[in-house]
T-cell receptor, first 114, second 112 residues
Framework: SQQGEEDPQALSIQEGENATMNCSYK?????LQWYRQNSGRGLVHLIL?????REKHSGRLRVTLDTSKKSSSLLITASRAADTASYFC??????????????FGKGTKLSVIP | DGGITQSPKYLFRKEGQNVTLSCEQN?????MYWYRQDPGQGLRLIYY???????QKGDIAEGYSVSREKKESFPLTVTSAQKNPTAFYLC???????????FGPGTRLTVL
């Protein structure tokens, strides 16, 4: 089941520009996480934002969460060629019987042109 | 890739054969997960285990089997019953189901 949907599917920008990716989801969440995946590699966790938080920063990353709109955005400022990767949002939702499930979206493919 | 290793990196299999993918972690995590990723797609959960000797089916468990005999190891067997096994397989672990997952480097399986 697909909980998060990223937008756009692909994004191409010049080095130094900012990159914004959006994620929408359908059901109530405990938290939302963003991951990065370089081509052919495993995922790397970037940032986690809890449902009672609205904004979080980590270095050049800024994440916002709007639970009323069921959406989140990831902003990468002053992008670098090394930021070229796919970015995934993932939502943690309660799945019953004390269990939680992490569900990934399809990702945004970011290309940063030197 | 943290403290999770997957082997092999590339795997080729003939149709009708079972194949086992290895996943080992030294992070002392209780929970481990197997995901499948197809080109241009997100991750889909195959199986997960929250504790040794216990595991549950994910969204696409058909044609797959797992075991969890040791905390450090969570091997995935792709059986001949899996109709379209060619994909990128990712293993992950976490100390807390509410927090981040740590991923291995992945195994790319190709059925010839």
């Amino acid at each position: 089941s697909q909980q998060g949907e990223e937008d756009p599917q692909a994004l191409s920008i010049q080095e130094g520009e900012n990159a914004t990716m959006n994620c929408s989801y359908k059901t109530s969440i405990n938290n939302l996480q963003w991951y990065r995946q370089n081509s052919g590699r495993g995922l790397v966790h970037l940032i986690l934002i809890r449902s009672n938080e609205r904004e979080k920063h980590s270095g050049r990353l800024r994440v916002t969460l709007d639970t009323s709109k069921k959406s989140s955005s990831l902003l990468i400022t002053a992008s670098r060629a090394a930021d070229t990767a796919s970015y995934f949002c993932a939502t943690v939702t309660y799945s019953g019987a004390g269990s939680y499930q992490l569900t990934f979206g399809k990702g945004t493919k970011l290309s940063v042109i030197p | 890739d943290g403290g999770i290793t997957q082997s092999p990196k590339y795997l080729f299999r003939k149709e009708g054969q079972n194949v086992t993918l290895s996943c080992e972690q030294n992070l002392n995590h209780d929970a481990m997960y197997w995901y499948r990723q197809d080109p241009g797609q997100g991750l889909r959960l195959i199986y997960y285990s929250q504790i040794v000797n216990d595991f549950q089916k994910g969204d696409i468990a058909e044609g797959y089997s797992v075991s969890r005999e040791k905390k450090e190891s969570f091997p995935l067997t792709v059986t001949s019953a899996q109709k379209n096994p060619t994909a990128f397989y990712l293993c992950a672990s976490t100390s807390d189901r509410l927090n981040e997952q740590f991923f291995g480097p992945g195994t790319r399986l190709t059925v010839l």
